[in-house]
């Protein structure tokens, strides 16, 4: 049975229980009692303003949020879309750029190589050099890690970080190269 | 200096590279199709060859660079060493400025792609004495290096080009990613850039009708089987060729190795028992068989370069089996490249596409 106003018939919308003193009561309120007494109710036409304000909160949200953009190679303005579209990457640069994304495609292609084996020019030794040992520290971690030799673990992990991140390319001698090589360990 | 950029002499010296000549003009070319009569597993393997793709350090690949920047790589490699087989001397071709026949004649050599032939970039080919290594420059990727030899010898030529790899390293720096190796424009060559392929002969296993079972294999073993002329042609005579879908993750004495010692013997073998199946089930049959190509070849009027490659392919055959004594094999390969359109058009003067009559004098003097 539907529970009435206390102050009119009006059907209630607040129920309230207090209990004072060990003395338990209870309030039920029509909405206009409700809002008479100080209680926090939506406003009459709240569902359509609630709709219009989520309406301009996401348009809002929009306009403030930047257009999605298209991730393209600094160097030669080369993008991903462009290499699914051709085959072809645009430059050396674009395989740091879109490591992640060529790097997928390169395992698929290579029968699920993707680690280079093989010769490399002299001039890419410290890299290779650096990248082989980070990549030893890297399993030795992870085999600390797991046999919970977490001093060890935490002394590899501090080598990890003295040897830096991103190592990893040796293929940029252009403009780009400089504010490249102090993020990620250019040599070329 | 060309329209396009190109130097018209190169700045080599000759006594670091060798006696450099540059040419758009082809002339006295030789060597590249001569199989020596001693090659190995000649018999079932036509050649050799070993390609490595390698691009420089702060240009774009080929597919996103300007003319300028192409010109620029051009000079670059000109200005470099080359060594190796070069050595004894280079001849540098501003293929940009050959004509249509000249690139025609260099392909049907095996000395450029077909995709260098189409190519509008700037760009040119450095061609050993004795035409048995080449370089493209502004093929897909900066530098396609390139060697070839008769038979089965890819333990050799891989020795050599990476000689001629180590050379170039002095005057031109490589992109290369630890992770990725030897960066290229495709990603399907980045690694090792290695591409090993040789071209077998398959008749006995074409007429035992066995070539999808090679094909099955081949795939197995992830290689790659094409046609006469390797990417995107046809098969022509039952020669094909197979070379290695991957470059990644394998060393590349691992990989050529891996094709000498077990991939190449493999369907060399298979090829082998195919003829000996053949000779044991009706010998008169395959003796018919070869005899009558050579009878045609000996007697055509009119020859069309799939009909030429087709008997000269069955003549092949006879030889290698020793039933056709008269002619070596040495000269049926010197035939099957002196009958393509360009070489043609060289030495007779026919004209490209209307020359059956050329070929086939050619041929019937040739086999007399």
Known sequence: METTCDCCSNPAVVHETVIRNGVKSEVHLCADHARERGYPMPSVDSPSILVSKLMQQLQTGQAAMPSRTVKACPSCGGTMAAVRETGLVGCPLCYRHFEDELGAIITRAQAGANVHVGRHPAHASDLVDRAAMRNRLARELREAVAREEYERAARLRDKLQELGGGPTDAFADDSDTDASAAEGGLAG | ?368
């Not at chain 2, 003009?25 to 018999?43: C, F, I, K, T, W």
């Not at chain 2, 190449?264 to 053949?278: I, S």
């Open chain 2, 1 to 368: 200096m060309s329209a396009e950029g190109i130097p018209e002499q190169t700045p080599e010296k000759p006594e670091r590279s060798g006696h450099a000549q540059h040419t758009s003009r082809l002339s006295n070319l030789h060597g590249a199709g001569n199989p020596s009569p001693m090659a190995p597993d000649a018999d079932c393997v036509l050649s050799s060859r070993i390609r490595l793709a390698r691009n420089l350090i702060g240009f774009p690949f080929v597919n996103r660079a300007n003319p300028a920047q192409c010109s620029d790589v051009v000079h670059r490699v000109q200005a470099t060493r080359l060594g190796g087989p070069f050595a004894s001397g280079v001849r540098w071709v501003n293929v940009q400025a050959t004509t249509a026949e000249d690139r025609l004649l260099l392909f049907e050599r095996n000395l450029i792609s077909r995709p260098f032939v189409e190519s509008n970039h700037p760009r040119c080919v450095a061609i050993s004495a004795d035409e048995s290594a080449s370089v493209m420059v502004n093929e897909e990727d900066h530098l396609r290096l390139q060697m070839l030899a008769p038979g089965l010898q890819l333990g050799p030529i891989v020795e050599r080009m990476l000689e001629l790899d180590r050379t170039l390293e002095h005057g031109l720096e490589f992109a290369f990613h630890p992770r990725f190796g030897y960066l290229t424009a495709c990603p399907t060559n980045v690694g090792t850039g290695l591409r090993v392929s040789v071209m077998l002969h398959l008749p006995a296993l074409h007429i035992l009708e066995e070539l999808e079972k090679v094909q099955r294999a081949a795939k197995d073993l992830h290689l790659a089987v094409r046609g006469f002329h390797g990417e995107g042609t046809e098969a022509l005579g039952d020669f094909f060729q197979i070379s290695n879908q991957t470059t990644l993750g394998r060393g590349e004495h691992d990989l050529v190795e891996e094709f000498v010692h077990s991939i190449v013997p493999r369907f060399v073998a298979y090829e082998r028992a195919a003829r000996q199946a053949l000779l044991e089930r009706d010998a008169s049959s395959l003796e018919d068989r070869v005899y009558r190509a050579l009878g045609i070849l000996r007697a055509c009027r009119l020859l069309s370069l799939d009909e030429a490659i087709k008997f000269l392919s069955r003549v092949r055959l006879g030889v290698a089996i020793g039933r056709i004594t008269e002619v070596s094999l040495p000269l049926v390969d010197r035939l099957m490249l002196e009958v393509q359109s360009a070489h043609l058009a060289r030495a007779t003067g026919c004209t490209l596409g209307d020359d059956r009559a050329a070929r086939a004098n050619l041929v019937r003097s040739a086999l007399r």
